[in-house]
């Protein structure tokens, strides 16, 4: 069986190292795995093994003529539906909105069966991206979700649910199956380099990873941090955010205009950010939206407290029953009561860490998962 594994990049996203996972973790004794970027970059694609083939859109020189609405998307479905008949694909697997698009175009051209994984909500995702002509996407994407010959995924059940209500499809056509962690891979990477950290000796520290985007909220930790140092103007305490993205120039800025210059570090984009992950006091998730977010499996699975916001219904399942602490969505005054909680109460957070690191290996490992993907695939060509 020969299958494709679509998506923008390869960046270090988590949707992006999911399907990294999938492609180089299925039997290649029994199934081809071949990749489809529109854009190939990003560093999954320097661990991607000789014996997968990556083709890109990227690298195709654009057709000549007037440039109008939707041209680039056409030039984009055309040349995936060329791969499919050259490669002979017999199934095809996509992530993210964007490239369900472009896929689920090619694969009706070619009769090329799918499948398609929801990674966020899309009364958020979707909606807060403004997309040009998102009336029509809109449309486009419920097409392709509820296609008999397909089948699409969801990272959580309540992603399904707010898809199936989003796009007027039956919940009968959306599978949640919660994304998985290597949580091996991960315990190994937090160890590989133990000098990574520098040694604040005291300081209290907690954490944010991810891209510095809008949905990700890492302002609201940042006034957070403000509100801190006026109700404990003599504790040490020090914010480090971990990515980079196009609000790192606001960002610092706002860390300048509440002088929190020497308490709010900028990291940038780490290739392992595990073991700063495993040293924090406190990983903390502000995010506006998430589907199921991976930071929070990682850091789970690393013993580490967790502060996130009430973002979706995943990361109440993830965090409830005493595993981790959610705040309100956007309640500056809520996430820094919680950090001085975590400040205060050591021993209750480490506790909700030990039980957060049994649930998430009882629920989340990577072998399972790719088992069930295995199967479905084979369901789907047989």
Known sequence: MRILCCSGSMESGGSE???????????????????????????????????????????????????????????QVKHLTKILREQQIDLVYDRTFHMTLVAAAACRATGTPRVS?????????????????????????????????????????????????????????????????????????????????????????????GRLAEQKGQRLAIEAMAKLKAMRPNQPIELTLIGDGPLRESLVERAKQLNLQSTVRFEGQLDNPYPWMQATDLLCIPSWYEGLPNVALEGMCLNTPIVASDCSGSV????????????????VDALAHAVLDRIEQPQRWQARASAAQQWVTERHRLQPWLSRMQQLFEELRS
């Open 117 to 209: 994984v929801i990674v966020n909500p899309p009364s958020s995702d979707f909606v807060r991206s403004r997309e040009r002509f998102g009336w029509l996407k809109k449309r486009l994407l419920a097409r392709a979700y509820r296609d008999p010959r397909s089948r699409c995924l969801a990272v959580s059940n309540s992603v399904a649910e707010d898809a199936a209500s989003f796009y007027q499809i039956p919940k009968t056509c959306i599978e949640a199956i919660p994304s998985p962690i290597d949580i091996a891979a991960v315990e190994q990477a937090a160890q590989a380099d133990p000098t990574a950290v520098p040694d604040r000796g005291t300081t209290f520290r907690w954490l944010i990873v």
């Open 316 to 331: 109440r399942e993830l965090l409830g029953d005493g595993r981790g602490c959610v705040v309100p969505v956007g309640d």
């Open 17 to 75: 190292r999911q399907l990294w996972q999938l492609a180089v973790g299925l039997p290649a004794e029994h199934i081809e795995v071949q990749i489809y970027l529109i854009y190939r970059r990003g560093k999954y694609l320097s661990q991607i093994p000789a014996r997968i083939a990556v083709h890109d859109f990227s690298s195709q020189q654009l057709e000549s003529g007037p440039s109008y609405p939707g041209s680039i998307h056409r030039q």
